[in-house]
């Protein structure tokens, strides 16, 4: 009985590849060529980029086409094609946004910089520096990180992590980027933030005073004057923040050191750079 089972099926399926050939109008013995012809070099090619593809995906998920194609460019794999095998493939970019809430509040009453960025654009590092201050969930409260990122380089050049927005945290976080950037006094330096009252305040401006660096600030409720920092938290909370769970202190300051000193600076590429990540595009610059 199972033999004939096993019959009865084997003739339907050939009934079934006799019809689908004549619909077809193709022979019978060129479907079953085309069913056991060996891959072309072309297919070889897209199976193995397809393969690189989601190796690359699979290391670093926020990764879309674009970053993934000049990821692959040593294969000279084309943009559109990267795009068409994304999609065909099912790689995407996994990210998320949640509501960001205000993190500084301006004082009326003190007079702030005018704003010395618009429409210029840096040519060199440690020119224009961009700061501001966002919101981090450690178990069931809120912790603040402010960053100073140098827009010429794409990078943040230094950050405190503190339980308040207070004006000691951004005080630390240029502090900090002073020291890591072996910043010399005399040197022709912008620093831009919003009208907060952290960078509007008496110990912030007496900072930058003391190491020559000239204030600058974005009109007040205009947060698209500090785009480049927007856009700066943005990534790091949907490519990064918005898939941990923090719950101490301890960990949210080390896995945030991982991302703002090591992944962001040495592994993430930059469109603005022309995909190369802050790292390499500071080796063209010594090179």
């Known amino acids: 009985m199972k033999y004939e089972s096993i019959k009865r099926a084997s003739r339907r399926k050939e009934q079934n ?12 013995s060129g479907y079953y060529g085309w069913l056991n012809r060996e891959p072309s070099e072309q297919q070889k090619r897209r ?11 699979k290391s670093d998920p926020i990764f879309g086409a674009r970053k993934i194609h000049a990821a692959l460019r040593e ?10 095998l994304a999609r065909a493939n099912g790689i995407k970019a996994k990210i998320t946004s949640k509501y960001k809430p205000i993190t500084t509040k301006s004082d009326p009453k003190v007079k702030a910089f005018p704003n010395l960025i618009f429409g210029i654009i840096p040519t060199r590092r440690n020119e224009i520096w ?22 010429f380089l794409k990078k943040p050049v230094g950050w405190a992590f503190g339980h308040s927005p207070s004006g ?11 020291r890591n950037t072996s910043l010399k006094k005399g040197v022709s330096l912008i620093h831009h933030s919003d009208q907060g009252s952290q960078y509007t305040s008496n110990a912030f401006k007496e900072l930058l005073t003391e190491h020559g660096i000239t204030g600058s600030m974005s009109k007040r ?3 698209y004057d500090n785009a480049a920092m927007e856009s700066f938290f943005q990534k790091l909370k949907v490519e990064h923040v918005n898939f ?7 960990q949210a300051n080390n896995d945030l050191k991982y991302y703002l000193e090591i992944y962001y ?13 802050p790292f390499k595009f500071e080796q063209t610059l010594s090179a």
């Open 130 to 151: 961009v700061s501001d201050i966002t919101y981090i969930k450690v178990g069931h409260k809120w912790k603040y990180l402010a960053v100073v990122y140098d827009l």
């Open 17 to 28: 590849v006799i019809e689908l050939c004549q619909t077809l109008k193709v022979s019978a």
């Open 244 to 250: 941990k769970r923090y719950l101490s202190f301890e």
């Open 75 to 84: 294969n000279k794999a084309g943009l559109s094609m990267v795009f068409k």
């Open 168 to 178: 000691e945290l951004v005080c630390q976080a240029l502090k900090n980027a002073i």
């Open 221 to 223: 409720g205009c947060p």
């Open 265 to 277: 600076y040495y592994f993430r590429p930059h469109a603005s750079l022309n995909y190369l990540t």
């Open 47 to 57: 199976e193995a980029v397809v393969e690189e593809m989601k190796a690359i995906h």
